[in-house]
C-alpha cells in the first residue's frame, strides 16, 4: 500500500524557518518525481515545488523561489521542504505528492499525504 | 503562467441529476488536464487524468472531455458522496502547475 506521511508542521514565526519531512512506502520512491501542494485555510490548491527523481532538478512556484529548498534522500525514501523567511502567505496545509506515472512528465498527483499545517504568524 | 478558470463557482443539484463543470485554460494545453475531488478535511483525489482517462478504482458516472482549452468533468448520476470540491490542474507548460480555483458540488 503507498504512503506518504509528512512530519509535523507548527507555529513559525515570520521570518522563520521549518523543514517538512515526507517518509514514503509502498513504492519504488527513487523512481518518481516528487511535488508537494499547499492549501492556504479556505483556498485552492497551490502547487509548491518538484524534484527529479535523482535530485538533479528542482523548480519552484515563483512566489517561493529563493526561500523554500526541495530536497530528497532516496536511501531513506524521504522527501523534504526546507521552508526560510517564512511569512503569513505561506500558512497553510502542506501536501506531499506523488505523481501517478514513474518517469517524466507525469506531473497528476494520485497519491498524497493526509497533510501538515504549518501556520506563520507572531 | 496557464490560467485555469473553473465555472460554476458552486453548483447546487439533486441526486441522481447530471453534473456538468468547467475548465477553461489561458492557452492551448492540449489534454493535460486532470481533474480532483477534495473532500472536507481530506485531501485531493485524482478523477481524471489526461482529460478523459479516469483513475484507478473512479467510478464510471465520473467522465472527462475536451482539449485545448475548454474541458468538461461530467459527474452523469449525481450521488450524495459526490458533494465536494472539484479541481482541474494542468501539466502542458510548467513551471508553474497550476490548479483552477474550484467548483463546489453541493447535493440538496
Known amino acids: 500500500e503507498v504512503q506518504l506521511v509528512e512530519s509535523e508542521g507548527g507555529l513559525v514565526q515570520p521570518g522563520g524557518s521549518l523543514r517538512l519531512s515526507c517518509v514514503a512506502s509502498?513504492?519504488?520512491?527513487?523512481?518518481?518525481?516528487m511535488s508537494w501542494v499547499r492549501q492556504a485555510p479556505g483556498k485552492g490548491l497551490e502547487w509548491v515545488a518538484n524534484?527529479?527523481?535523482?535530485?538533479?532538478?528542482?523548480y519552484y512556484v515563483d512566489s517561493v523561489k529563493g526561500r523554500f529548498t526541495i530536497s530528497r534522500n532516496n536511501a531513506k525514501n524521504s522527501l523534504y521542504l526546507q521552508m526560510n523567511s517564512l511569512t503569513a502567505d505561506d500558512t497553510g496545509l502542506y501536501y506531499c505528492?506523488?505523481?501517478?506515472?514513474?518517469?517524466?512528465?507525469?506531473?497528476?498527483?494520485?497519491?498524497w499525504g493526509r497533510g501538515t499545517l504549518v501556520t506563520v504568524s507572531s | 503562467e496557464i490560467v485555469l478558470t473553473q465555472s460554476p463557482a458552486i453548483l447546487s443539484l439533486s441526486p441522481g441529476e447530471r453534473a456538468t463543470l468547467s475548465c477553461r485554460a489561458s492557452?492551448?494545453?492540449?489534454?493535460?488536464l486532470a481533474w480532483y475531488q477534495q473532500k472536507p478535511g481530506q485531501a485531493p483525489r485524482l478523477l481524471i487524468y489526461?482529460?478523459?482517462n479516469r483513475a484507478t478504482g473512479i467510478p464510471a458516472r465520473f467522465s472527462g472531455s475536451g482539449s485545448g482549452t475548454d474541458f468538461t468533468l461530467t459527474i452523469s448520476i449525481l450521488e450524495p458522496e459526490d458533494s465536494a470540491v472539484y479541481y482541474c490542474?494542468?501539466?502542458?507548460?510548467?513551471?508553474?502547475?497550476?490548479f483552477g480555483g474550484g467548483t463546489k458540488v453541493e447535493i440538496k
Open positions: 509502498g513504492f519504488a520512491f527513487s523512481s518518481y518525481w
Open positions: 492557452q492551448n494545453i492540449n489534454n493535460y
Open positions: 524534484i527529479k527523481q535523482d535530485g538533479s532538478e528542482e
Open positions: 490542474q494542468q501539466r502542458s507548460n510548467w513551471p508553474p502547475l497550476t
Open positions: 489526461d482529460a478523459s
Open positions: 505528492a506523488r505523481p501517478l506515472f514513474e518517469g517524466s512528465g507525469s506531473y497528476n498527483f494520485d497519491y
